[in-house]
């Protein structure tokens, strides 16, 4: 698995960013979102029970995300009309402010090293990707559990100070000073 201080590798993925079949789908590069942080967050299947516990937990913090120049994605490795039909008949995932990107023929999941080999799928991975396009945070979980968007938010701040941050450092507290 690819980890901090790597080259979050290419891609060139087709994403799911509405329910109006007109205009449903986009191509997202690597340069889409150029100059921002990235916040990609992969998940193993559409249609599944924590999944969209995970995507409407980040997306009700999606703003916060955009207060610092974040872009979140996230993804599977299901088609994008898959999403389209997930999102359309899902009321909490109805109006996702972010891209789902779909992965299926599995090259950004091998790639970043977070293809299952058990299951096939996306493995419930996070990377947060600074705006050089290098990965400065990993999270990675057990199929079966959910992630905390609180806590990638909460990193994401202490990252965007770059300065040494406490255990459990928020944003607006002291950072740590070398004497």
């Not at 590069?29 to 921002?36: A, F, L, Q």
């Not at 995507?55 to 995300?65: E, L, P, V």
């Not at 091998?110 to 493995?123: C, F, P, R, T, Y």
């Not at 040494?164 to 928020?170: A, D, G, S, V």
Request: proline fraction near 4%; charged fraction near 25%.
């Amino acid at each position: 698995m690819l980890s901090v201080g790597e080259k979050f590798p290419q891609f060139n993925l087709k994403a799911t960013v509405s329910t109006d079949l007109k205009n449903a789908f986009v191509d997202i590069t690597n340069d889409t979102y150029k100059g921002k942080w990235l916040v990609v967050f992969f998940y193993p299947k559409d249609f599944t029970f924590v999944c969209p516990t995970e995507i409407t937990g980040f997306a009700k913090h999606n703003q916060a995300f955009v207060d610092r120049d974040a872009q979140l994605l996230t993804g599977s490795t299901d088609s994008e009309f898959v999403h389209h039909a997930w999102r359309t008949h899902h009321k909490d995932l109805n109006n996702l402010p972010f891209p789902m990107l779909a992965d299926i023929k599995r090259e950004l999941t091998s790639s970043l090293g977070i293809l299952d080999k058990e299951a096939g799928v996306a493995q419930r991975a996070t990377f947060i990707v600074d705006p050089q396009g290098i990965i400065r945070f990993v999270y990675v979980t057990d199929l079966s559990v959910g992630r905390n968007p609180e806590e990638v938010l909460r990193v994401l701040d202490a990252l965007q100070t770059d300065e040494l941050c406490p255990c459990n450092w928020h944003q607006g507290e002291d950072t740590l000073k070398v004497a």
